[in-house]
């Protein structure tokens, strides 16, 4: 009588070719995107009649239910400004709809280089440079980490 080899059976069924596991490649890293929006731009003020430096913060999140305000503390030195945002608040007399959550101010008189840090809810810290003048604002150096994106132009900003 002779015995026959039994074929051993696979241990794992295999993938097929497009649910393979793709190997990760050193150095790279998984995209972060930001979690707020800094605007930095003149605006011209009607009722003054000049230009003013507008300077807004916006969450990239949009909340269901309410356009919530962001309470931002602000600090001014000479060459620095820096936004610590503290928290968000319901907006007073607001119908419900869906919106960012939004800080909004505008400078007289602002006009020089600065160096403009935003720290968020979990202590995460983004800088950027820029050099404002009354008719524009131009970027030196862009943002340090990923916490903002920064926009230099209104029609930019209402745009998104």
């Known amino acids: ?88 608040n319901a907006p007073q007399l607001s119908l419900p709809g869906a919106g960012t959550a939004r800080y909004s101010k505008e400078y007289d008189g602002l006009s020089g280089s600065y160096h403009v840090s935003v720290k968020g809810l979990d202590g995460k810290v983004s800088t950027v440079d820029v050099r404002v003048r009354p008719t524009d604002v131009k970027i030196i150096k862009p943002p340090a980490g990923r916490l903002i994106d920064v926009v230099t132009d209104e029609r930019l900003w209402e745009s998104e």
């Open 1 to 88: 009588m002779k015995h026959s080899k039994a074929k051993k059976q696979p241990t794992s069924t295999p993938r097929p070719p497009d649910t393979q596991a793709q190997p990760r490649l050193k150095g790279t890293r998984k995209e972060v995107s930001p979690e707020y929006r800094l605007l930095i731009a003149p605006h011209f003020d009607e009722r003054k009649q000049r230009y003013t430096t507008r300077v807004a913060l916006e969450t990239v999140k949009t909340f269901a239910s309410f356009r919530y305000d962001l309470t931002v503390k602000e600090q001014i030195d000479d060459g620095t400004i820096s936004y610590t945002i503290v928290g968000l």
